[in-house]
């Protein structure tokens, strides 16, 4: 198996989709809203990866799908996997074994013919604390990434980062880790602005300038919607682009789909079509976007979508 650099080199590094999404539809996973108001950005015990320990074959089940489909990177499901969430799910003293059993998981499935990465993100801290809470959050991280690394990840994702602040944090511990990193921000409201008030083209600048392999977005907008901010960052850095959108449409009004009123409960009905990933692949490989995969409402066949779209372009 190439390393994520060569695999950069090559062409379009095909990522998975979006796995707490797919497995709360199946039944295995909570989305909280019986509890409370989702899509705060505050959130609580809601969208956790406990399935890594609880419902193992689920999990094995959904990457051996995006491996199918054509993604040669499985994330391991470690999304939300810091203490502090943990914690706030009632899965703190877990933490170890959670990682640990979901990086093992990953591994199994992708059996040499894709690579593995951890997911790293937000510790949700910063929304609800404030900037004060950063090395607060600098410690969860670091402990989390450093459970990734001993598991045996290939690199790091981190990713769904709303402050720039969090994120640059978070390189900083993968740095320290000796773990490669792709970077992505998540936008909401709108694609203009992170929760700190940078642009997409400062966050892709500070991202590469702390080593970051590859920067972009994930989550929140549908490709098109996305893709204006992608090219916002394609001129104010030259190092490989990520995009990880969701399969979820946003309006004019709210660029983010977590923001709807249809999140979470009312998902289906503004699901978009896996032809919009077609496209979104012929996009990515025209126009030079080194890692392009799925994040929320993206399933197996979405990926399948992509991978298409991403052949056709280079055969055209
Ligand atoms: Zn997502």
Known sequence: MQSLGELLQ?????????????????????????????????????????AAVENPEALRELHREFLCAGST??????????????NRAGYG??????????????????????????????TQLIEREGMGALDKARDHIAEQISLLKDAGVDFLVLETFFHLAEMKVALECAAR???????????????????????????AAVMADLGAVAVGANCEQDPKRMLPLLREMRSATSVPLAAQPAAFRTTNECHSFTRLPAFPDDLETIQISRSEFTEFGKVAKNEGIGYAGGCCGCNAAYIRALARGVEEAARS
Request: aromatic share 6%; glycine share 12%.
């Open 10 to 50: 090559s062409g379009v590094v095909i990522g998975d989709g979006g796995y707490l999404i797919e497995l709360e539809r199946r039944g295995y996973v909570d989305s909280g809203s019986g509890r409370e108001k989702v899509g705060t950005g505050r959130g609580s015990g809601q969208f956790t990866p406990e």
């Open 177 to 203: 880790a000796n773990l490669p990193a792709v970077a992505t921000m998540s936008f909401r409201p709108l694609i203009t602005k992170c929760s700190d008030d940078h642009t997409p083209a400062q966050c």
């Open 73 to 86: 990177v499985l994330q391991a499901l470690t999304f939300f996997g810091t203490r502090e969430k943990l």
């Open 93 to 122: 003293d877990e933490t170890e074994r959670i990682n640990c059993a979901a990086v093992k998981l990953a591994k199994e499935v992708a059996n040499g013919k894709a690579l593995v990465a951890g997911s790293v993100s937000r």
